[in-house]
């Protein structure tokens, strides 16, 4: 791990985004990219890695307090109530008898807790994923690359790669950057592999670090991150994996490696722009973390369908790990 440094030139970048592509791998019409690699054959030999019935959830709850990053026009979720207890009381105190009911309701980014991008969330050069150009994405929903194209394909093979426990920790500090030598490092720690259709899960601790603390920043409120660097996207690329997702709100390193982008995303641009691998973020790792490292195992069954938000470029999602 290391702490950012302006290593990768623009030229790099262009040769890792144009090897990377793959507009038109499944057809000029496709709009769920790595997710064609999610097979029935894939899905039943995940099921197989279910031994001992343990379930994790890997939502962050939702709620006003957590890991909502202010930018892009997204807040924290406002959960009130149209009908509660006091409208209960009210009922029966009135006269009311029998059953009666309470309601809520939630108003909040579907990309403020736990979540999947879209391949229509990211654009690159004007381009988002197989080609396709922002006039797709209009104020009542994108017409093309939505959340919906994943409604059944959010299941398979997962692994956890614990980065931290490369060096003994328990959380990276902000600023470092997982290369590709710390992922390969991690499955030779672990004793595992990564490979087509999987879904990667990177663990780096700063999210049930926040969540312990209450300390949400200076990450959380100016965009500074731990994550990927260039490398590592490339190395996820090399190995063909359907989705990577990760404990903080980018999954990759912000600012960024290269002055190509400013301050932020080259690794969307490769992964979800550029070759329509999905991405996760906000993702709670710890428990699920503990439980691998006492019995050994990194691979699970992973399920996380998206809430099917017709025409919405991203979703929240209580994705679960069963072992």
Excluded at 47 to 60: C, E, I, N, P
Excluded at 78 to 96: P, W
Excluded at 186 to 213: K, P, S, W
Excluded at 276 to 297: F, K, Q, R
Aim: glycine letters at 12%.
């Amino acid at each position: 791990m290391t702490t950012r440094d302006l290593t990768v030139s623009e030229e790099h970048f262009a040769a890792l985004a144009a090897e990377h592509r793959r507009w038109g791998r499944w057809g000029v019409d496709d709009q769920r990219g790595a997710l064609n690699l999610v097979t029935p054959q894939r899905v039943a030999a995940a099921a197989g890695l279910v031994r001992k019935g343990a379930v994790f959830s890997l939502a962050h709850p939702i709620g006003p307090n957590g890991p909502t990053v202010f930018m892009g026009g997204r807040f924290a979720p406002v959960h009130t109530f149209t009908r509660s207890g006091d409208d209960i009381r009210r009922f029966y105190a009135e006269g009311g008898s029998g059953i009666s009911f309470t309601d809520d309701v939630i108003v909040m980014p579907l990309q403020s807790s736990t979540h999947w991008d879209a391949l229509s969330h990211a654009f690159h050069d004007g381009r988002m994923y197989n080609d396709r150009g922002p006039e797709h994405v209009r104020s009542g929903g994108t017409e093309a690359n939505s959340i919906t194209e994943a409604a059944d394909r959010m299941v398979g093979r997962g692994v956890l790669l614990d980065v931290p426990a490369l060096t003994g920790r328990d959380h990276l500090d902000i600023g470092e950057a997982i290369e590709a030598d710390d992922l390969q490092q991690c499955c030779e720690r672990q004793g595992v592999t990564v490979g087509e259709g999987d879904f990667v899960l990177v663990r780096t601790g700063r999210l049930g670090l926040a969540a312990r603390t209450g300390d949400w920043g200076p990450e959380w409120g100016t965009g500074i991150n731990t994550g990927l660097g260039v490398s590592a996207a490339a190395w996820l690329l090399e190995r063909d994996v359907t989705a990577v997702a990760a404990d903080t709100f980018s999954v990759e390193i912000i600012p960024a490696q290269t002055s190509a982008f400013g301050e932020h995303a080259p690794v969307h641009a490769l992964l979800l722009q550029g070759a329509g691998v999905h991405m996760g973020e906000l993702w709670s790792l710890d428990e699920l973390a503990a439980d691998c490292a006492a019995d050994g195992t990194y691979e699970f069954l992973l399920v996380a369908a998206p809430l099917l938000v017709d025409g919405a470029v991203g979703s929240a999602c209580n994705p679960q790990a069963l072992k």
